[in-house]
């Protein structure tokens, strides 16, 4: 099984609602990732946990605030986006070992009015 | 610095073999991906190569690595028009970080 499950597939908040992504896996994989994408544009990397702990932090606006309840599941918390933060949101898996060729879920594409 | 390369847009008709080029900057990259992307939809790992190989197949995929000129090609042969999309070279170094090209969109014209 490779599949990584996102919730919801759309979402659509205003600048001042507070709304969860959420992403599930169960390929054992120990890393988990969020990836911000704009169209027509590759994804760019927004947090990393590995083994349930914050490893990378790519100087994203405390406004997006990630958590890893457990090996299987990651949570993007939103509050006071900006229409700019509109975007496809991706999650993704990978093991921790050489290679990390990642996994990703089909995404939740986010409208902020 | 780390970049990745690929051309924007590629067409070809059904049946056809295409080629998906890309060209990385680090010589210490370990290992080499390609993911399609259809509209709408997330990444879709489509197949990978370690940098101790110079080539690799899978099915109607063959990945080409030319470690000295530092350049990944995807050739995917008799080409369908379920093979549009948009195709991201990438690659890792070790670690969690991995670069991704800016994407080369396929059109398959029946």
């Known amino acids: 099984d490779t599949e990584v499950t996102q919730t919801p597939k759309h979402l659509v908040m205003g600048m001042t609602n507070k709304k969860s992504l959420k992403c599930e896996q169960h390929?054992?994989?120990?890393?988990m990732y969020w990836y911000k994408q704009k169209a027509k544009k590759p994804p760019e990397l927004m947090f990393v946990?590995?083994?349930?702990?914050?490893?990378i932090n790519e100087s994203v606006p405390s406004r997006f605030s990630p958590e890893c309840p457990n090996s299987s599941l990651l949570n993007l918390h939103l509050h006071a986006l900006q229409p700019e933060d509109s975007a496809l949101y991706l999650c993704?898996?990978?093991?921790?070992?050489?290679?990390?060729?990642?996994?990703f879920g089909p995404g939740t594409r986010l409208t902020v009015t | 610095g780390e970049d990745v390369e690929q051309s924007l847009f590629l067409s070809v008709r059904e049946g056809d073999s295409s080629v998906i080029n890309c060209t990385y900057t680090?010589?210490?990259?370990?290992?080499l991906y390609w993911y399609k992307q259809e509209p709408g939809a997330g990444l879709q790992l489509l197949t990978y190569?370690?940098?101790?190989?110079d080539m690799k197949q899978d099915q109607r995929l063959t990945v080409l690595l030319n470690k000295k000129d530092k350049h990944l090609s995807l050739r995917i042969a008799d080409t369908q028009t379920g093979d549009s999309a948009i195709y991201f070279c990438?690659?890792?170094?070790?670690?969690?970080?991995?670069?991704f090209g800016a994407g080369t969109r396929l059109f398959v014209k029946a």
């Open positions: 993704a898996s990978s093991q921790v070992r050489e290679g990390y060729e990642q996994y």
């Open positions: 390929m054992g994989h120990r890393a």
């Open positions: 946990y590995s083994y349930e702990k914050l490893s």
């Open positions: 680090d010589s210490s990259s370990t290992y």
């Open positions: 190569i370690f940098s101790n190989m």
């Open positions: 990438a690659e890792n170094t070790g670690g969690f970080k991995t670069i």
